[in-house]
């Protein structure tokens, strides 16, 4: 198997005991991942966007992590912001504005 570029990790609050229940869920996180894909299919990205378990930073959420460049993104809330992250990626770069961590 070859392995993606990239690695896009966007917390959907599930808890090991059951149901998704954290801000990141209820802030809209799981309507935004078929976007994501698609969008980032549509650039040419070679990525894997992953749904997640909580990362526990709830009061950032939505929050998604790029990996291997380990960007933490936080108020992940719309395709408009997806996007400008997308455009940094493409230039192997950060979208500075959204970034959760150093």
């Not at 930073?57 to 395709?79: H, K, L, R």
């Amino acid at each position: 198997m070859k392995k993606p570029e990239y690695q896009i990790l966007v917390c959907n609050s599930y808890r090991v005991a059951g149901d998704a229940q954290g801000a990141c869920n209820k802030k809209g996180a799981s309507d935004l991942l078929q976007y994501m894909q698609e969008e980032a299919v549509d650039r040419g990205l070679d990525v894997a966007v992953t749904s997640t378990a909580c990362l526990n930073v709830c009061a950032q959420g939505p929050v998604m992590v790029i990996q291997p460049n380990n960007y933490w993104y936080g108020g992940i809330d719309s395709e408009e912001k997806i996007d400008e992250i997308l455009d940094a990626l493409e230039k192997n770069s950060a979208a500075e504005e959204y970034l959760i961590s150093d």
